[in-house]
Every structure is written in structure tokens, then in C-alpha cells.
């Protein structure tokens, strides 16, 4: 019966009760799950209000912003300084941290990506928002980047919501995964997806193979086996998915298991590789840990990466285990 379901703010007390909590968590995921719903109303508006095309500045890492990138930043920021629950903030969007005015007493910091894979948006393909939860280490100073650079082992939290044919909010305490689905009608989010798990194995791959050419040796070869089908060593057909917004490649393999990529190449190893530690690999892994699933950098578990700045890339393999352990292991093979 829908009317049964639970909402998520009764999820998150139901978790505060089990863990004895002082009630500032569930405060502090109320107010992302509001931004989640502002940034879905903007998303859905789209063309309609002027939320397409470019907003005619870059940001830090060089990239042009859209509208909707800016507005999902500062939606972000405005609703989550409201609680005074977080010490300070930090976005893909923003250069430096973010100082939570008036919130001495804010326990926690937030890293957050307002709208993954925007260069989907004018194509009206799903976009999401990624965030991760970390607490504020005793004597820090929330000001400094210095405060949140902690491997993502440590992460009280982590989450994304999919802006997709419906808005979904995924997320994770340490204590699995479990997915909620957006009434638009009744304005809230409602447990649909309880205790998500990947499959060990798969038949699908994803990653952006016009990058073939840059390709380490053990990436290359995982592909080609893959691409070798029935008749390769593999001895099974592989079907191949790239939606180029991480959020709704994840959504897939928490639905139906598979693995994603975006490892390093002699190209983007330059940077360090192209997606960002701390407000999208860290969150999506620990997600993916959760359910079961497995996520590396091809050489070391992404979780226990050491931080060393706000807007560091990584290498990324997520998914079923028993797949992302195959790669894992023809790094080692070739000794890379
Ligand atoms: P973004 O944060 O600028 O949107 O970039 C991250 C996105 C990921 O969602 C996605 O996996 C990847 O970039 C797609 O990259 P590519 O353009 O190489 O396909
Ligand atoms: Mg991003």
C-alpha cells in the first residue's frame, strides 16, 4: 500500500533512535533533502525559467559553468547554513571553503558536487547532486581546507540525489543503502529502495572508450575481454552503458550491479584523473562499499586515499566486486 510507506524524515528519526543521537543529524539531512527537492523543481523548470545553456563564468577547475550549476550552488549553501548544523562547507563549485556564518556550535562538514554531469542538462539527460558528511575533527579550524581533508573512510554519511524520469535520493550511514522516491505531489521523499545491494557479478561495463587511446595495459585488456564476448575468455557477452553523469551510472549499478570507470590514463594522470576525491568518488564509494560493492583506484581502495587538497581527482572503479577485484588484480599483474 503506497500510503504505508515510510517518509525519510521518519527514516533518519528511526536511525537517530537506534543510534542514540542528540537529533543534529536529522536536522542536518533535512535541510539537504529540502535543497535536493529546490535543485529537482529547478532541474524540472528547466528551459522554461532560463535554467539552460551558460552562465558565462568557469570555475575552479576551469570548467564552464551552466545556470543550473550556480543556482544548485548557492540552494546548497543557502539551505544548509540555515540548521547551524555545519561548521563550513565546501563545493566543486567554490575555490576555497565555505564559512558557515553564526554556527559556532556546528558539529559537521559538508563537501558537496550541486549538479553532477551538468553537460547533460541542455540535453535533457538525468543530472545529480552528490554529498558527502564529515565530522568537524576536534580543534580544527572549520576554516581551513585542512579541516575536511580526511579519507573518506571516515565519512558519517554520504548520498546523491538523481534527477532522472523521478528524483531519487540514495544514501548511506554506514548501515547499508537505502533509496527514497520524490512525490512531487505530497512534497516528500518516500523509502522505495530499502536495504540497496549490488550483485558481485555483472555483464555491463561503463566508460567513455573515446579515451581508448590513452588506456593503461590492464584497463585495456579488462575492455577487450569484455568486448570479446562469448568467444573470449571471458566465455559471456557484455552489454556496455555511458551516461557521462556519474550519479545516474551508480543509480544503474545499485539497480541491476555492473562496474564504472573513469581510471587513469597517460592523459588525465596528469591532473590526477578527472573525477574529484572529495565530493564525488569519497561519497559514491562509500555508497558502493555499502551495498555490498567494491571501489579502488585500480591500485589502493578509494576510501583510504590519502587527501592532500579540496579538489584533488582520482582514479575511479566502482562496482560488483567480483569485477572491480578482476581489475584490481591486472594492475597488480603488470606491476602498475
Ligand atoms: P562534472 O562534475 O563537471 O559534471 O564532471 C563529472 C562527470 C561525471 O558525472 C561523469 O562520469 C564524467 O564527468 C563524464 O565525463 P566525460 O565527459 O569524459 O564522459
Ligand atoms: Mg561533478
Known sequence: MPYK????????????????????FTSLMNDILTACKM??????RGALVGNHGVAGTVNVQDEEQKPLDVLANDIFLHMNALGGNYAAMASEELEDVHAVKGSADGKYLLLFDPLDGSSNIDVNISVGSIF??????????????????????????AGYALYGSSTMLVLTTGNGVNGFTLDRDVGMFFLTHPNMTIPADTKEFAINASRARFWEAPVKRYVDECLAGKEGPRG???????????VAEVHRILIRGGIFMY????????????????????????????????????????????????????PVILGSKNEVERLEAYHREVGE
Open 132 to 157: 558527502s558528511i564529515l565530522r568537524l575533527p576536534e580543534g580544527a579550524d572549520p576554516n581551513s581546507a585542512n579541516a575536511f581533508l580526511q579519507p573518506g573512510v571516515q565519512q558519517v554519511c
Open 39 to 44: 535543485v529537482s523543481h529547478e532541474v524540472n
Open 236 to 246: 559471456k557477452d557484455f552489454n556496455m552503458r555511458w551516461v557521462a553523469s556519474m
Open 5 to 24: 510507506r515510510i517518509t525519510l524524515t521518519h527514516f533518519l528519526l528511526q536511525e537517530q533512535r537506534r543510534l542514540g543521537g542528540s537529533g543534529a
Open 263 to 314: 581510471p587513469a590514463d597517460v592523459e588525465n594522470i596528469k591532473k590526477g584523473g578527472k573525477l574529484r576525491l572529495m565530493y564525488e568518488a569519497n561519497p559514491m564509494s562509500f555508497i558502493v562499499e555499502q551495498a555490498g560493492g567494491a571501489s579502488t583506484t585500480g591500485r589502493q581502495r578509494l576510501m583510504e586515499v590519502p587527501p592532500t587538497n579540496l579538489h584533488q581527482r582520482v
